[in-house]
Nanobody
Framework: VQLQASGGGLVQVGGSLRLSCAASGGTFSTYVTGWFRQAPGKEREFVAV????????NYADSVKGRFTISRDNTENTVYLQMNSLKFEDTAVYYCAAGRTWAVIAGAYRYWGQGTLVTVSS
């Protein structure tokens, strides 16, 4: 399956962005999907994950209460709504798809190309 992330950009502290990840070439509804991010000089880290049906989600503590992951299997798309953005949210955000419910990047087989989110004052 191919993943195409979009929606990144420059936003002020406290602002919001909505990332999208469009899937093609596979049966999207059979994949667990997640979002990860990588800040300059840091390891890639887990942000959020959602089950195949969209019924269950999990978040990193750093984004809990501010970010919301959702999916539309009819549109083969997963979203990440990001509110109350902070400087430390600045990173390249990646969507990923896999067969396993996991918070570890290595568990995901398919990755999007990444979209840059920059939070400024």
């Amino acid at each position: 399956v191919q993943l195409q992330a979009s929606g990144g950009g420059l936003v002020q502290v406290g602002g919001s962005l909505r990332l999208s990840c469009a899937a093609s070439g596979g049966t999207f509804s059979t994949y667990v999907t997640g979002w990860f991010r990588q800040a300059p000089g840091k390891e890639r880290e887990f942000v959020a994950v959602i089950t195949r049906s969209g019924g269950t989600t999990n978040y990193a503590d750093s984004v809990k209460g501010r970010f919301t992951i959702s999916r539309d299997n009819t549109e083969n798309t997963v979203y990440l709504q990001m509110n109350s953005l902070k400087f430390e949210d600045t990173a390249v955000y990646y969507c990923a798809a896999g067969r396993t419910w996991a918070v570890i990047a290595g568990a995901y087989r398919y990755w999007g190309q990444g979209t840059l989110v920059t939070v400024s004052s």
